[in-house]
């Protein structure tokens, strides 16, 4: 069973701090998906990476893949209490369709 | 499209009682996934169909549950009897295969469950 952990488990900020969440594992996964899941909804997906070192950006989010495709984090600038959600990041291992999820980092931004 | 639709929103029921929820995926997906979502475990993968037919269900945790997939735009999942312990948010989710999971999976917004 692959486990991915991730940290903190919760994050209470101010609006315009910057924050990264973690997501760690010792399995390596050939692609990793971050989702971010608001009260009374299923997680949405933000974005995939696939490639070992890959980094990608949506808007004030960053996302890395770690070089080694076992960790991986998000890094979002100026955090605005839209951003306030569950973060979940999931793996994929062998090609395959079948995602295993992290453990959820709730943020909260506060005005 | 609608997205995946999922059915009750809500389910209060006694313990000992049946439970059927329900999921339409989005047309055109070939992978349709059931999980189970608690504070205490997280997300949990239950079981998840390719095509229709059920292709892991390792996590279904006991013989009360049971899945079917009779066709490409219905899934159900059957909680028999319940129990207490069940309580819990359920999702399905669907998405299109490809290598590696790349093309994400859609969520339904889920089915709470209380079991009294």
């Known amino acids: 069973t692959q486990l991915l952990e991730q940290s903190p488990q919760f994050l209470s900020i101010q609006e315009g701090e910057n924050l990264t969440v973690y997501c760690n594992s010792s399995s390596v996964f050939s692609s990793l998906q971050w989702y971010r899941q608001e009260p009374g909804e299923g997680p949405v997906l933000l974005v995939t990476v696939v490639t070992g070192g890959e980094v990608k950006k949506l808007k004030r989010l960053t996302f890395q893949f770690g070089d080694a495709r076992k960790d991986s984090s998000l890094h979002i600038t100026a955090a605005q209490p839209g951003d306030t959600g569950l973060y979940l990041c999931a793996g994929a291992t062998g090609g395959g369709n079948k995602l295993t999820f992290g453990t959820g980092t709730q943020l909260k931004v506060e005005l | 499209d609608a997205g995946v639709i999922q059915s009750p929103r809500h389910e209060v029921t006694e313990m000992g009682q049946e439970v059927t929820l329900r999921c339409k995926p989005i047309?055109?997906?070939?992978?349709l996934f059931w999980y189970r979502q608690t504070m205490m475990r997280g997300l949990e993968l239950l079981i998840y169909f390719n095509n229709n037919v059920p292709i892991d269900d390792s996590g279904m945790p006991e013989d009360r549950f049971s899945a079917k997939m009779p066709n490409a735009s219905f899934s159900t999942l059957k909680i028999q009897p319940s129990e207490p312990r069940d309580s819990a948010v359920y999702f399905c989710a669907s998405t299109l295969g490809g290598r590696g999971g790349n093309y994400g999976y859609t969520f339904g917004s889920g089915t709470r469950l209380t079991v009294v």
């Open positions: 047309s055109g997906h070939d992978y």
